[in-house]
Nanobody, 114 residues
Framework: QVQLVESGGGLVQPGGSLRLSCVVSGSILSANTMGWYRQAPGNQRELVAIISRGGSTNYVDSVKGRFTISRDNAKNMVYLQMNSLKPEDTAVYYC????????WGQGTQVTVSS
């Protein structure tokens, strides 16, 4: 059974940076896509960024130019580099593994506040 564990969240001031990591217990190459989603209080979970097995990426418009998703197949890791963070980026961030079924990590809290 594939398991996902996120890390790297925390409290950061506006304009700061964080890098989230997601370690996959199985092979990352068995996923069609890997993605980062987020959910703020009172909001639905939304897609932030996604990366395909081939390495193509897509981002929600609100993070384009600020966030970068990447993967290290040898380490079974997916990353989300977040720069120029804004208070509206505050949310729990989840890693998502998608193949014939979908798996989620437990989430990591990101808080952007002065």
């Amino acid at each position: 059974q594939v398991q996902l564990v996120e890390s790297g969240g925390g409290l950061v001031q506006p304009g700061g940076s964080l890098r989230l990591s997601c370690v996959v217990s199985g092979s990352i190459l068995s996923a069609n896509t890997m993605g980062w989603y987020r959910q703020a209080p009172g909001n639905q979970r939304e897609l932030v960024a996604i990366i395909s097995r081939g390495g193509s990426t897509n981002y929600v418009d609100s993070v384009k130019g600020r966030f970068t998703i990447s993967r290290d197949n040898a380490k079974n890791m997916v990353y989300l580099q977040m720069n120029s963070l804004k208070p509206e980026d505050t949310a729990v961030y989840y890693c998502r593994w998608s193949a014939s079924y979908v798996l989620w990590g437990q989430g990591t809290q990101v808080t952007v506040s002065s």
